[in-house]
């Protein structure tokens, strides 16, 4: 038996249901692939743990104080949370207590077409007209948006890395209120959960849909404490291939942000120390002079300065100009190896020259004249032009 099969039999073993419910349901409906799957138990959460336990699956207590638990087994991984209300909120945290009622439930969810549920005859339970908006493109929070976003404000959050694949309905007047009324309560948001939904917001294809309903809203402003702008962001978007690359949400994240942000940035997203490089890398701009080297058939003079992010560094300066950048150029620098000076400070003190500053700047010159020669010139013509010199 598979795991999902073993969740709907250990439910039924104590005269409880389970269901597979959420994203899975929702994309299955919808034809999409789907990813990982989340179920529910109308069970208290530590009844159904101990009897999985018993029957030798795997339960790592992930979440129990918000009645939730997942199972393993190998690769694996079904988070199973029970059925539940809310009995406190304060806009990050929940306090929850189980119900046995799907209702209940469902009304506790943040979107409709996340509040579907998939039984174990395959039967579609669907308490809250999620499976209609599902159909007509449509986004919409369950019950009172407001209410809510004030329970969670990362739902906010949510809203707006969702709404690229329900745009065909528009956006839902509620919805967008309640963004522009709340927005201030994202700014006690952590970094990390913020930076989560951040990493999938920028590389929709409607990421400036996205970028102008935040700005509309004010919720980039309390959400990562400055403002975005969507000018500059076509490129990237039609370019799948610098959307599909791990760093790809932060190019467009280089391009939306005012310059000269990464630093604060970083800070208030928490980003790893190769994260923060690479986006103050990004940030730090390209000179016109370079990137027009860039775009001329001595371009590898400009990415040898501009290493190690040249490529991106092109793409992020290009979109900022609003300049059309070349993929192929983009495709050779980011493949392009580069090369080492071929002189060093040993070759230069071998030949009569002190350990000093004199060494260092003689180095800068050899590696300025190399550089122009198109990195042709050799160990000993370097040797010759700067002893003669």
Not at 143 to 149: F, L, P, S
Not at 260 to 265: H, V
Not at 285 to 305: R, T
Request: net charge negative.
């Amino acid at each position: 038996m598979n795991l999902v099969g073993a969740v709907f039999s250990v439910a039924s073993s104590l005269a409880g249901e389970a269901r597979i419910v959420g994203g899975s349901v929702r994309d299955w409906l919808a034809g999409v692939p789907v990813g990982d799957i989340d179920m529910a138990v109308n069970l208290p959460i530590k009844t159904f743990a101990a009897e999985c336990t018993a029957h030798g699956i795997k339960v790592v207590e992930t979440g129990l104080q918000f009645g939730t638990v997942t199972l393993v087994d190998g690769a694996t991984h079904i988070e199973v949370t029970q059925t539940r209300r809310d009995v406190e909120t304060d806009g990050r945290h929940a306090v929850v207590a189980h119900c046995d009622d799907w209702q209940t439930d469902a009304r506790r969810r943040d979107f409709t077409v996340n509040a579907l549920y998939l039984d174990h005859s395959g039967r579609v339970h669907d308490p809250l007209g999620g499976r209609a908006d599902l159909e007509a493109g449509y986004l919409r929070f369950v019950g009172v948006a407001a209410d809510r976003v004030q329970e969670d404000a990362l739902r906010m959050l949510r809203y707006c890395r969702f709404l690229p694949r329900f745009l065909e309905g528009g956006i839902d007047k509620a919805a967008r209120e309640a963004l522009g009324d709340h927005a201030a309560l994202c700014a006690s948001l952590s970094g990390e959960r913020v930076a989560q939904e951040m990493r999938r917001i920028m590389v929709t294809d409607e990421v400036t849909t996205v970028i102008e309903l935040m700005r509309e809203t004010a919720l980039d402003r309390h959400a990562l404490g400055l403002a975005l702008s969507p000018a500059g962001l076509s490129q990237l978007t039609a370019d799948a291939d610098a959307r599909s690359k791990p760093m790809g949400w932060l190019l467009a994240l280089a391009v939306a942000m005012p310059a000269g942000s990464a630093a604060m940035l970083a800070k208030r997203l928490r980003l790893s120390g190769a994260d923060s490089t690479a986006l103050a890398s990004f940030d730090s701009g390209v000179m016109n002079d370079d990137l027009a080297i860039l775009d001329s058939p001595q371009w590898q003079q400009a990415a040898y300065q501009l290493w190690p992010y040249a490529s991106e560094r092109y793409m992020v300066q290009s979109c900022r100009n609003h300049v059309i950048y070349d993929r192929c150029r983009r495709d050779q620098i980011r493949h392009w190896v580069r090369p080492e000076l071929p002189l060093r400070g040993a070759d230069l003190l071998s030949h009569g020259v002190d350990n000093g500053p004199a060494l260092g700047q003689m180095l800068t010159a050899a590696r300025h004249r190399w550089i122009a020669s198109d990195f042709t010139l050799g160990k000993e013509a370097l040797l010759e032009w700067l002893i003669g010199n």
